[in-house]
């Protein structure tokens, strides 16, 4: 996938997803904004994480492409800040600590052989049965992993035994993202 985004683009996002959560704590509704540009009316996997004293505090996204981009940014600002089960609800009071980070992903693709996986430029998601977990490709780089603390924290995440990456039962798929954050100058 050959997608990408100008810098007034990436933050025009960030800017929406900092308005949508402040809109809500204010407000209670969501925020109404015209189509930035074409580019973001594309359908794109993306999750929207929050930090806040380099800890996380909300992270939630989709996996693919099921709006458009615009959209799903804010849909996951909204969610991030006030729906991650991991977390409270975002405080008036914490909102100006938070940090936000957009990753937009690119299309799905199943991985055969382990050496495929890129520690730093690919993120996981492990499925067995009912079990699924999805780390981003940051995640990996942020805690120091290789490739095998890697594929067995995403089966922890997915709630697995740490090797059932190796289980023939057990799918491997691998995506890229473009990361930017508002501690970027764009």
């Not at 491997?172 to 764009?186: M, N, P, R, V, Y």
Request: glycine residues 6%; aromatic residues 10%.
């Amino acid at each position: 996938m050959k997608f990408n985004l100008n810098d007034p683009e990436k933050k025009f996002l960030l800017e929406l997803a900092r308005k949508t959560i402040l809109n809500y704590l204010h407000n209670n509704d969501p925020l109404k904004v015209d189509y930035y540009s074409e580019t973001i009316k594309e359908k794109c996997g993306v999750f929207v994480t929050l930090e806040k004293e380099n800890n996380l505090r909300g992270c939630i996204g989709y996996v693919e492409g099921y709006m458009p981009l615009q959209d799903a940014v804010q849909d996951n600002a909204f969610s991030a800040a006030f729906k991650d089960p991991r977390f409270p609800s975002l405080s008036l009071k914490e909102f100006e600590q938070i940090e936000i980070e957009i990753s937009v992903l690119t299309p799905l693709e199943r991985v055969t052989d382990i050496s495929e996986i890129k520690v730093g430029r690919d993120g996981l998601i492990i499925k067995n049965g009912l079990y699924q977990g999805l780390l981003l490709p940051q995640v990996a780089t942020d805690w120091g992993w290789d490739r095998i603390q890697f594929l067995e924290q995403t089966c922890r995440k997915a709630g697995l035994p740490i090797n059932a990456w190796k289980d023939k039962d057990t799918e491997i798929q691998k995506f890229t993202a473009l990361i930017f954050s508002e501690k970027e100058s764009l």
